[in-house]
């Protein structure tokens, strides 16, 4: 889609760039939110042609259209295109467009810098996706990049490596500047416990992503010094452990669930309670269980590596600190559920995308409490049965979040309504279709069928059929998305500046669209003007 | 406003690099978190001295089993003289290991010790290893290098079988020069 049409119809009185340069060298909160959504949806596309080629190859046993070595890129990079090149951008889109119009803020603290974090991500893709064309094939040791297999990499491994790097830098500059704007533009009277919830999971995340993606930058380095300058962090032979490497990246790998979840949790948290009709129950619980699940994150890990050997009382630790992390994320589910009782609840499709969260959310928390048991784990470890637990969870957990932002706002942005009636469909064939693609793969991973193989046993057969068809199902469903969007960015039915009869806080206050330049002069908050 | 914004930047930046760090300071931690808890191969060495002190437990016997293994890209033979032995807890035992360099240059060698189940490294410990130093093999020049070792007397009553374990890697060529400061499992199980 065309990035350019999405503000043709701004108001006169606003100073904007013209031409490319608007885009190159972007200072405006909205208009690189904007790229950072345009690109999220891009390799959204690419990362799912890879699912599909991996859904094809799988529909039957045996080999058919792709050899073994591209069917490991094809999982390999599907999962570092969907992570760092859809769900995290498209989270780092929605708090750039959303968080200085929801705090009274002219926009981000350091615009500069902002450019800089998303022009980095091109270049960064650019990188990694260029290994498809190199000596040795694309990285195929899965996204984990576990040490010795992905030493085995052809020319493709300072590629993967410095990919790795840039996308820390970008996201850590992203998340830099979403702390520094939030601690210092509020709007006066907007006090940290009237901050809309979609800001405070974005603060959470923001520290988890300083806090964690360094550790990555620091593992991916220590790979780099091993493959090329005769360091031996994870070479047996020089006194080093490839264990290792897995204890650093999942220490990086179990905040980094939480970095993608967290701002989706938000979006429900601000979505709900408008279609609903009534505040947000337990605003304060929601802030303390966010930060409880972030603060516990730091400390399971190692539920990622019960099989590596590790002691009684090591695995006891990890599988009780793994299950207490239900315990605030159950507070976020029943206050959802409380907010919604006995309100005067109306199902457009931001709503129902957010129920499809807190519907199918759960079930990959539930079979995340399953994994977290060690001894069920040593029986589930590297089988389907992972693959469905975090693909509920990414899915229609974390996607369907980003999904009902775009449709809460996308009004707000464009100045147009959506076409509910394709929204509708879109969420409909979307779920029918992400649940024949997933669940079956339950049954696939409990039977034993393990993962990121490109053939298999003929008894799995069935399942993976299904699951293929619905693959190709949830594929063909995104096309309505965009669809929706194109068609609300150029035109449609004006939305009103509050858009949705339930909506409250600042980004209401303001017209839709919004203009380029916005709270110049910060507005003054009180409880009724706030969220909660 | 702005220079607010900045300075919580920069205090963001500070411990951005902090963590980066960090991250680094997890590979020493987890050697000493290993030695700790007994696990990867980070059994513990004791003098002599103090193995002979130590009290012997003649009413039972535990089963110590070796195994040898050499990493592909290292052209040695490397064998125990048996593959088990019996030892009382307490009892300094000692068993040979022969390495044979079948290959026409001199190569140095390192062995990386693993001791399982690993409920038991914590009672495995060696007085004196070839494991402890770099082993240099000129042309065919075959080897034997003794383990001595004690099976700590407090062993549980349920374990009654051990298997030590080495794989012998050869030593990249970078890294022979300082050895002692390289060589992380030496300096571990040194202290
Ligand atoms: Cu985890």
């Not at chain 1, 108001?11 to 950072?36: A, E, Q």
């Not at chain 1, 784990?377 to 229609?396: C, E, G, K, M, S």
Request: net charge negative; charged share 10%.
């Amino acid at each position: 889609m065309s990035e350019a049409v999405i503000h043709d119809d701004h108001h006169d009185h606003d100073h904007k760039p013209t031409g490319i340069g608007r885009w190159l060298f972007s200072t405006n909160h909205k208009d690189i939110g904007t790229m950072y959504m345009v690109f999220a949806l891009i390799m959204f596309f690419i990362g799912g042609a890879m699912a599909l080629v991996i859904r094809a190859e799988l529909f039957q046993p045996g080999l058919q259209y792709v050899d073994p070595q591209f069917f490991n890129s094809m999982t390999t990079v599907h999962a570092l295109v969907m992570i760092f090149g859809a769900v995290m951008p498209a989270g780092v889109g929605l708090a750039n467009w959303m968080i200085p119009i929801m705090i009274g803020a002219p926009d981000m603290a350091m615009p500069r810098m902002n450019n800089m974090s998303f022009w980095i991500l091109p270049f960064a893709f650019t990188l990694l996706l260029s290994t498809f064309f190199m000596q040795g094939g694309a990285p195929a040791g899965g996204w984990t990049m576990y040490p010795p297999l992905v030493l085995q990499l052809g020319d493709a491994l300072p590629f993967l490596i410095f990919a790795v790097h840039f996308l820390g830098v970008s996201s850590i500059m992203g998340a830099i500047n979403i702390i520094a704007t939030v601690f210092n533009m509020r709007a006066p009277g907007m006090t940290f416990m009237r901050l809309p919830l979609f800001v405070w999971t974005w603060i959470i995340t923001a520290f988890l992503l300083i806090a964690s993606m360094p550790v990555l930058a620091g593992a991916v380095t220590m790979l780099l010094t091993d493959a090329y300058f005769g360091t031996s962090f994870f070479n047996a032979a020089g006194g080093g452990d490839p264990v290792l490497f897995q204890h650093i990246f999942w220490f990086f790998g179990h905040p980094e669930v939480y970095i993608l979840v967290l701002p989706s949790f938000g979006i429900i948290s601000q979505i709900i309670p408008t279609f609903s009709r009534k505040p947000l129950f337990g605003y304060a619980s929601m802030v303390y269980a966010t930060a409880a699940i972030a603060f516990l994150s730091f400390f399971v890990w190692a539920h990622h590596m019960f099989t590596v050997g590790m002691p009684l009382t090591g695995e006891l630790f990890f599988m009780y600190a793994t299950m207490s992390i239900a315990v605030p994320t159950g507070v976020k589910i029943f206050n959802w559920m409380a907010t919604m009782w006995r309100g005067s609840m109306t199902f457009e499709t931001p709503m129902l995308f957010s129920i499809g969260v807190l519907f199918m959310f759960s079930i990959g928390g539930f079979t995340g409490v399953m994994m977290g048991i060690t001894p069920v784990d040593f029986q589930y470890h590297d089988t389907y049965f992972i693959v469905a637990h975090f693909h509920y969870v990414l899915v229609p957990g974390i996607i369907y979040g980003i999904f009902a932002g775009v449709y809460y706002w996308l009004p707000k942005w464009t100045g147009n309504m959506y076409d509910e009636k394709l929204g509708k469909l879109h969420f409909w064939t979307s779920t029918i279709s992400v649940n024949v693609l997933f669940f079956p793969m339950h049954f696939l991973g409990l039977a034993g069928m393990p993962r990121r193989i490109p053939d298999y046993n003929v008894q799995f057969t069935d399942w993976n059929q299904v699951a293929s068809v619905g693959g190709f199902a949830f594929g063909l469903s995104q096309l309505i998305l965009v669809w929706v969007v194109i068609k609300c960015v150029r035109g449609g039915e004006k939305a009103t500046d509050q858009v949705w009869e339930g909506a409250h806080g600042l980004e209401w206050t303001l017209s839709s669209p919004p203009p380029f330049h916005s709270f110049t002069t910060p507005p003054q908050v009180t409880d009724a003007t706030a969220h909660s | 406003m702005v220079k607010d914004a900045v300075n919580t930047a920069k205090l963001l930046f500070v411990f951005a690099i902090a963590m980066f760090g960090f991250g680094y300071a997890l590979v020493p931690l987890y050697d000493v978190f290993c030695e700790v808890v007994g696990i990867n191969g980070k059994t513990g060495q004791i003098s002599e001295s103090t193995a002979i002190a130590g009290e012997i437990d003649t009413n039972r016997l535990v089963t110590v089993e070796f195994d040898t293994n050499v990493n592909t890209a290292l052209p040695w033979s490397f064998k125990a003289e048996q593959y088990k032995k019996q030892v009382h807890p307490g009892e300094i035992a000692e068993m040979m290991f022969v390495a044979h360099n079948t290959s026409d240059r001199a190569i140095v060698g390192r062995a990386v010790p693993s001791v399982a189940p690993a409920q038991a490294s914590l009672f495995f410990n060696k007085t004196e290893c070839f494991c402890f130093t770099e082993q240099v093999l000129e042309p065919g020049e075959r080897k034997e290098m003794p383990v001595k070792f004690v099976v700590d007397a407090e062993l549980p009553d349920k374990i009654t079988m051990m298997t030590l374990s080495y794989t012998f890697f050869e030593v990249p060529e970078a890294e022979r020069v300082e050895t002692a400061s390289k060589n992380r499992i030496i300096d571990n199980n040194k202290s």
